[in-house]
């Protein structure tokens, strides 16, 4: 039972990774073919096997980057190990040290301003500079869901989701206050820490797994419409209308549940409906999405791969913010499926796994504390 665990909680922080690596090839592209894709890690496959047999060395130390989701991921998930605890101002210096370390990682285009103000010894509150983002209204990019999958690890063994919630609310507004962000963040680690409780040898019941997330979400949108200036407006012939919900979040969920059922669900309808753009509503549903339609279904072109590679290589094929859709669904599938359904290949090719299976490692042991009476 606890390798079981263990393998799911590094399977969510690795599943992650290699979503954010692979995916980071194909970031901004509107366009991504299936086949291409598939040639593509059909190649890495054979590439580990040749290396394998002849002990070859890679071109390269890693095949493929990491980029600003798990740069961040790794932040939040150092500084909840290392204190065992949060601690706001730790975790948004982690942040921006880590930014001005390697500022190169792809990071969101507004979002150094935040690192400045937490660096700026001026600054006494943590929480200011993001608050201060566009005009007061703060952050709507999906930087805080990328990264929050371990605050679902950090908090598995109380199994509370008021905690759960409590906790990525605080990790998001460290850079992103806008509701729609903080939403889309609890959305993400709502939907990691149901993954790991979900039993592996049982078909995966979508609409049970979605109702569940509306019930957590729906009275944190209900209670934020009364006071709300309202989502951002539709751009003229949007296909995006549940953007314009009073619940946005909850709407797309419901539509998820019906789209899950299309037997020929088209990548347009995803794209144009849910999208896969840098803002969290426009990203987040469609990694919901991916990973629970990996889970009831083959995909077509990708059913010679098992349901993790399936989950990730589908968000990709999506197109638009690439890396930060197959990140987020990733962390979702890994959790469900554990490292081993990770391709060694992938594993092998990407930067930062190590890392995260320690990291992991830590989450774990953490859940095997005696508890002080
Ligand atoms: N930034 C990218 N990809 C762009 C290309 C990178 C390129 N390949 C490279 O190599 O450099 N990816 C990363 O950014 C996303 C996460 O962004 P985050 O952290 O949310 O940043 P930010 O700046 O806060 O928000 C992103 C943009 O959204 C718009 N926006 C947000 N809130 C807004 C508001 N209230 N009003 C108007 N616009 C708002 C702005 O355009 C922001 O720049 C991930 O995809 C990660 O991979
Ligand atoms: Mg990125
Ligand atoms: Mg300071
Ligand atoms: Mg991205």
Redesign the pocket.
């Known amino acids: 039972m606890d390798k079981i665990l263990l393998s799911r909680f590094k399977g969510c922080l690795v599943g992650g990774v290699v979503g954010d690596c692979i995916g ?1 090839l194909y ?2 592209l509107s366009h991504v073919k299936t086949n291409d894709l598939i040639e593509r890690i059909n190649k890495l496959e054979k590439d580990r096997q040749t290396q394998r047999e002849h002990g070859t060395k890679p071109a390269e130390k890693y095949g493929f980057s990491y ?3 798990t740069a961040m991921a790794r932040s939040v998930a150092g500084s909840l190990i290392d204190k065992g605890q949060f601690d706001a101002p730790d975790m948004g210096k982690r942040f921006a040290e880590e930014y001005f370390r390697e500022p ?1 990682r ?6 150094a301003a ?1 690192f400045d103000g937490i660096r700026d010894t001026n600054t006494t509150d943590v929480y200011q500079p993001a608050s201060k ?2 005009e007061g ?8 869901a ?1 990264r929050i999958a371990p605050a679902a690890l950090f908090t598995f063994c109380d199994n509370n989701a008021t905690k759960l919630i409590s906790l990525v609310s605080s990790i998001t507004r460290l ?2 206050t ?1 509701h729609l ?1 903080i939403h889309g963040a609890i959305l993400v680690a709502l939907a990691v820490d149901q993954s790991l409780r979900l039993p592996q040898d049982t078909a995966v019941d979508c609409d049970e797994f979605i109702e569940a997330l509306i019930i957590k979400l729906r009275p944190l949108e209900e209670e934020h419409d009364k006071s709300s200036m309202g989502p ?1 407006p539709l751009k003229k012939n949007s296909k995006r209308v549940l953007d314009a919900s009073a619940t946005p979040y909850c709407a797309k969920l419901k539509r998820i549940k019906e789209m899950l059922k299309e037997p020929n669900l088209k990548t347009a309808t995803v794209v144009e409906e849910l999208g896969t753009d ?3 509503l426009g ?1 987040v549903p469609a990694a919901v999405l991916c990973f629970l339609k990996a889970a009831i279904q083959n995909i077509p072109k990708l059913k010679d791969h098992n349901k993790f590679s399936q989950t990730v290589l589908y968000a990709i094929t999506l197109g638009g ?1 690439t ?2 859709v197959a990140t987020m669904a990733g962390a979702m599938a890994g959790a469900l499926y554990g490292m081993e359904a990770i391709p060694e290949s992938w594993r092998y090719y990407c930067e930062g796994v190590a890392d995260a299976e320690t990291m992991a490692e830590h989450f774990f042991n953490m859940t095997q504390a005696p508890t002080v009476q």
Request: hydrophobic share 20%; net charge negative; aromatic share 8%.
């Open positions: 980071a970031e901004g980029t600003d989701d190169d792809g990071y969101g285009g507004s979002i935040v983002q566009f209204s703060g952050s709507y990019g999906n930087g805080g990328m850079t992103h806008n962000a951002p840098v803002s969290a990203s913010d890396d930060t």
